[in-house]
Every structure is written in C-alpha cells, then in structure tokens.
C-alpha cells in the first residue's frame, strides 16, 4: 500500500520501497495498537489479505479521537472504508463514550471527502504544507451530530 504511487499522493510523499514499508507493517501495525487507539492491520475475511490499515488514534481531549483509514488500491470503491469507518464511529460514540472524531483529508481526495461526508463529518478548517503544497481539509463529527442521523 504505502509503495503505491496513488495511495501515497493522498496520504504525502513518495512512494516507499518495500523494505521500510513491510518494516513499518512489522513494527507499527503489527500488535501495537493497544486495545481502544492505533492502526491496525485491516484484513478482508473473504480472501485473507492484508488490504490496508483503519483505526483512531487518541486526540487531544479524553473525549476526543482522530479517524484514520488507508486501503491498497485494489479494494477502493468496494464500499470497503465506508464498512471500516461506520464500525469505528460507532465504537467510538457508544462503546469509548467518546464526543467528537476528528478526520483530516487531503484537499481533492474526493473518495475520502465523500465518506466523511456521507456519515456527517464537517469542514472546520484547513493547512497548507508549504513544502510540499497539499492542503488539508479537518473535519469534525459530533456525537449529538451523529445521533440526529447515524448511518
């Protein structure tokens, strides 16, 4: 995933080779998320593959967390990440009694933009990365928000 030239435009940077990305599979997805935040290894039953990763990540405020999901471009538009992105609002909201998700995606990542979207997210603010010249887009779902129209 992180060795695709389109997975890595959305997410910044080049391509990796796949040394530091398998390293980086081994020694950060792996068994390390602990049991309520990180990324973990996302893997479709049906065929046993490692498709990509999806999880939170703790926010600033106890009650807050960060959205995440990266998927090899293979499984896009398979409604794949829309899957992974309701069970994570929903665990976050019901079981983790959290308030509010955060999500950043990168300006013209309209697949992304439409998932967040779909479940509610809204635009809050944005950065601009002098270095590189991507923006991106911060968005923001409450849990009052996300109970008026949980999808």
């Known amino acids: 995933m992180h060795t695709d030239p389109e997975v890595r435009r959305y997410v910044g940077g080049q ?3 796949l040394e530091k990305a398998q390293s980086r599979f081994r020694n950060e ?19 046993g593959n490692y498709i990509g990763s999806c999880g939170l ?6 009650t807050e ?8 471009q293979p499984y896009w538009r398979r409604g794949l990440a829309s899957e992974a992105c309701k ?18 995606v990168q300006k013209g ?10 479940f ?13 010249g991507r923006i991106l887009h911060f968005c923001e779902l409450t849990k009052s928000d996300w109970e008026k129209n949980p999808i």
Do not use: C, M
């Open 87 to 104: 069970a994570l609002i929903e665990f976050a909201f019901t079981r983790l009694g959290l308030l509010r998700l955060l999500a950043d």
């Open 57 to 62: 990540r703790a926010g600033d405020h106890p």
């Open 15 to 17: 391509p990796w080779p």
């Open 29 to 47: 997805y792996l068994g390390k998320p602990d049991d309520t935040y990180g990324l973990w290894a996302t893997i479709l039953k049906e065929e």
């Open 109 to 118: 990542n309209a697949a992304s933009e439409h998932i967040l979207q779909k």
């Open 65 to 72: 967390a960060h959205l995440g999901f990266y998927l090899a």
């Open 120 to 132: 509610g997210f809204k635009y809050f603010s944005q950065e601009v990365i002098p270095a590189s």
